[in-house]
């Protein structure tokens, strides 16, 4: 059985497994970056590992939030006999002082080497301004580069939603975000995966306010999978 790590409340632990942790939204509406009272009324991790990696094949890595963990398996099935696909999700935001330790931990842990890391992250922290959220992108993306030197880096941008909250998720603020981490992207180099434009297409697939059904899981993933696999190609 896969390895399955989840760090908090049961509670925590099965809503993750019923695949209804949306994002949490803070009662603060601009936080300063890592600030107390930024985090989210329910905080989590989730890791995944392959059950028989093959030494053979090179290493995958996806790092993101529940929307993330929506589309792995589409990934890991799609990548069979390409990649071993690992995958590390968590409620924590850019930004947040605590998700660069998480990802050194994780990394720890799995003692192996990255050829791919997709990337995203950007459904929760809705305390951080945008500005806040590209600065702490950096930062997590040199943490990346820290633990994966050799990785290629694909950015995933967030998904829209269905029904709106304040202070997030908002349309509005996805764009504004989308719009940030681009042009933090393309200072750095990376490829980008459009998910936002491709699920923008199917207003019909939401299984709930946040997240996307079967359906849209399978479109997602295999989005994923072909950049990954151009990455993988170079």
């Known amino acids: 059985m896969k390895n399955q790590i989840c760090a908090g409340l049961l509670a925590a632990i099965l809503a993750c497994a019923a695949n209804v942790l949306p994002a949490q ?7 300063p970056l890592g600030a107390a009272g930024a985090e989210e009324e329910i905080e989590w991790t989730w890791e995944v590992r392959p059950a028989h990696a093959d030494p053979k094949l090179p290493n995958v890595l996806l ?5 993330t963990r929506n589309y792995f398996p589409v990934v890991e099935k799609q990548l069979t006999g390409v990649a071993n696909v690992y ?4 409620s924590a935001c850019a930004g947040d002082p605590r998700l660069p330790d ?9 003692r192996v080497s990255f050829r791919v890391v997709h990337f995203n992250n950007g459904m929760h922290g809705w305390s951080y301004s945008e500005n806040d959220y590209a600065a702490g992108l950096k930062g997590t993306l040199s943490a990346l580069r820290a633990l994966s030197p050799e990785a290629t880096l694909i950015w995933a941008d967030t998904t829209p939603v269905k029904e709106e909250t ?4 908002t349309n509005a603020r996805i ?3 989308n719009a940030e981490a681009l042009s933090v992207i393309q200072n750095t180099g990376l490829s980008v995966d459009n998910q936002h434009d491709l699920m923008e297409k199917h207003p019909d ?3 709930d306010n946040v997240h996307f059904n079967a359906v849209g899981a399978d479109l997602e993933g295999k989005q994923a999978s072909a950049s990954i696999r151009k990455a993988l190609a170079k």
């Open 87 to 90: 995958l590390f999700t968590t």
């Open 102 to 110: 998480q990802l050194k931990e994780f990394v720890r842990m799995e």
């Open 166 to 169: 304040q202070p997030g998720p």
């Open 175 to 177: 764009a504004a975000r």
């Open 205 to 207: 697939l939401y299984e």
């Open 25 to 31: 939204n803070s009662t603060q509406a601009t936080a």
């Open 63 to 67: 790092v993101g939030d529940s929307i």
